[in-house]
C-alpha cells in the first residue's frame, strides 16, 4: 500500500495562513473519517495536532485546523509563528488490509 | 502523566533480529479503548507503521513486513515487544512507540484511531 501524497515542502510569512494537502484513496482517507496530523520539529518526536479529521486535543492551539473532502485531507494553520516551523505528517486508518498509513510528510517554512 | 519509553539495542548486525521493548506508564495495557503502536522514521524521511498491539491481544503488521514482524505485551510489566528478524541497513532509523485511542461501535466499526502520546523514540543503526 502507498503512502498517501503531501506536498514536500509549503512556505508562509508571519500572521499567514497556509494549508497542506494529504491525498489518499477511497479505500482510507475517502472511506474513513480518521484523518490524524502531526507535528515534527527536528530531533523531536512526533506530536497529535489533529485527529478524527478535525478534532483538536487539548492543549493544541485553535489556529490548527482540519478538513477533509473526498479522498483528500486538509491541515490548515492560521496566524502563522515561527515556532509552527517543523514538518507535518498527516495519517490515515485503512482498515483491517491496510490498517495504518503515513504521508510523505511536509516541512513548513516560516519565512 | 502517560509516558511511553523504548529500549533496546542502538546497533544491531546485518540479518540479527531486533528486539525493542516499549516500557509505559500513566495508563493500562487492559484499557479496552487503548493500544500501542511501533512507528520508524529512516534518518531524513518519513513515519512508517508497523504494527499495532490492544488489549485483548489483538495485532496487526504492516503488510510488506508483515513476515519479519512479531509484536507482544505483557501486562503485568507495562511493556510491549517488537521484533524484527533479519535487519538490513535499510531498516537503520528511529523506532518510536506510540499510545493508540481507538473507540469502534457495537458492530465493530472502527470510529476513531490515533495516536495521543508517543515515546522519545530510540535509533537503531544497522551495521553491514
Known amino acids: 500500500q502507498s503512502a498517501l501524497t503531501q506536498p514536500a515542502s509549503v512556505s508562509g510569512s508571519p500572521g499567514q495562513s497556509i494549508t497542506i494537502s494529504c491525498t489518499g484513496t477511497?479505500?482510507?482517507?475517502?472511506?474513513?473519517?480518521?484523518v490524524s496530523w502531526y507535528q515534527q520539529h527536528p530531533g523531536r518526536a512526533p506530536k497529535l495536532m489533529i485527529y478524527?479529521?478535525?478534532k483538536r486535543p487539548s492543549g493544541v492551539s485553535n489556529r490548527f485546523s482540519g478538513s477533509k473532502s473526498g479522498n483528500t485531507a486538509s491541515l490548515t494553520i492560521s496566524g502563522l509563528q515561527a515556532e509552527d516551523e517543523a514538518d507535518y505528517y498527516c495519517?490515515?486508518?485503512?482498515?483491517?488490509?491496510?490498517?495504518?498509513?503515513f504521508g510523505g510528510g511536509t516541512k513548513l517554512t516560516v519565512l | 502523566q502517560v509516558t511511553l519509553k523504548e529500549s533496546g539495542p542502538v546497533l544491531v548486525k546485518a540479518t540479527e533480529t531486533l528486539t525493542l521493548t516499549c516500557t509505559v506508564s500513566?495508563?493500562?495495557?487492559?484499557?479496552?479503548?487503548?493500544?500501542v503502536s511501533w512507528i520508524r522514521q529512516p534518518p531524513g524521511k518519513a513515519l512508517e507503521w508497523l504494527a499495532h498491539?490492544?488489549?485483548?491481544?489483538?495485532?496487526s503488521y504492516s503488510t510488506s513486513l508483515k513476515s519479519r514482524l512479531t509484536i507482544s505485551k505483557d501486562t503485568s510489566k507495562s511493556q510491549v515487544v517488537l521484533t524484527m528478524t533479519t535487519m538490513d541497513p535499510v531498516d537503520t532509523a528511529t523506532y518510536y512507540c506510540?499510545?493508540?485511542?481507538?473507540?469502534?461501535?457495537?458492530?465493530?466499526?472502527?470510529?476513531?484511531?490515533?495516536?495521543?502520546?508517543w515515546g522519545q523514540g530510540t535509533l537503531v543503526t544497522v551495521s553491514s
Open positions: 506510540a499510545r493508540i485511542q481507538r473507540r469502534f461501535t457495537i458492530a465493530g466499526v472502527v470510529i476513531g484511531y490515533y495516536f495521543d502520546d
Open positions: 500513566g495508563f493500562s495495557l487492559s484499557h479496552a479503548r487503548l493500544g
Open positions: 498491539i490492544f488489549s485483548n491481544d489483538a495485532k
Open positions: 477511497s479505500s482510507d482517507i475517502g472511506n474513513y473519517n480518521l
Open positions: 478524527e479529521v478535525d
Open positions: 495519517c490515515s486508518y485503512g482498515g483491517s488490509s491496510i490498517h495504518v498509513l
